[in-house]
């Protein structure tokens, strides 16, 4: 999301990437020194400073890039960008809840939550693809970046999950959103 | 958080708070319905579009109720208060995580998972600690309110932890915040 960003605004090539693993139950002191919740992403300043979570980052970008603006300035285009945001961000939390649930010693596993989390996808998706209609007229912003990398990390992470079973509108969508170039250039070719 | 800007901003009245459980193995149909990520807050709007999360709800508050802007509009000012609200949000976010981690039978917990919480903890309180002389030198608003919420919550559900315990700055920040009248007015006592 935030490298999509990124290449949005023209700002891809002034990021330095540095490969870093964190997992919740694996702090990395590395990044707990910068950023105390030990979460990627985790962009450091010029001045050193340190931001963090990606709404934040990319918010920043947004004001500081090239470009038609991604966040909406007020009104109820702001509120509709940031709560389909929102709702995108939520989708990607529990894809990542759900893979280190998957990642536990069996034992250690929630089948109530296992169970909870396959409903959230569902429902979450339904949604989605019911936010289509509303999506496709307003401008291209922060809402369809999010929603785009949703489905780009269920592509990659959630295949057999078949999310655009039964939703045509979603699957459209992503057909023009993930073939945009700042998409194809972040692919999750070396990604984990 | 949110009924503490709703204080602020003189909008507590115009809300109607709906007592809800919600939990990650628990899914809601009710809520779930209007947010397909099964999470609190979620404020249904007089049109009957349903917003979300905190920080999207906390936004259109601070722009359609009275009073001082809890966010800045822009530039340095704006980006240290939602560095801060990020901070301190992740913060709620992983102390929730925890309380659901010790609410699993204990042959489902994660000892490993467990420890990262208790460092994390310990390190994001030592940063909101370091966070309190530019914090108090700024113009009240959405971080301080978040990082106010933070510690709330630590009291009432961590208190074992005493985390005023050898951070002075961070307690005199809480002795100040917590006396705020939108923070008495909002206290756990009826909360859950």
Do not use: C
């Not at 169970?115 to 289509?132: G, H, I, Q």
């Not at 291209?140 to 999950?161: C, N, P, Q, W």
């Not at 979603?170 to 170039?181: K, M």
């Amino acid at each position: 999301k935030v490298m999509v960003v990124a290449h949005e605004k023209g700002l891809a090539e002034k990021i330095e990437r540095v490969r870093t693993l964190v997992a919740p139950a694996k702090p990395n002191p590395d990044v707990m020194a910068l950023n105390p919740l030990n979460k990627l992403p985790t962009l450091i300043l010029d001045d050193g400073r340190a931001i963090y979570d990606s709404r934040v980052i990319v918010e920043h970008l947004d004001s500081i890039g090239a470009g038609a603006k991604l966040f909406p300035v007020s009104g109820d285009e702001r509120l509709e960008g940031l709560r389909r945001q929102a709702l995108a961000d939520g989708v990607l939390d529990f894809m990542l809840l759900w893979l280190s649930e998957r990642a536990r010693p069996e034992a250690q596993q929630s089948p109530e939550l296992l169970v909870a989390l396959k409903l959230k996808f569902k429902t979450a998706f339904d949604a989605l693809e019911r936010e289509v209609p509303t999506m496709t007229k307003a401008p291209f912003g922060i809402g369809h970046v999010t929603v785009g990398a949703v489905l780009g990390y269920a592509d990659f992470r959630y295949a057999k999950e078949a999310w655009r079973d039964g939703r045509p509108q979603l699957a459209a969508f992503a057909e023009t959103v993930l073939s945009r170039p700042s998409f194809k250039a972040t692919e999750h070719v070396d990604a984990y």
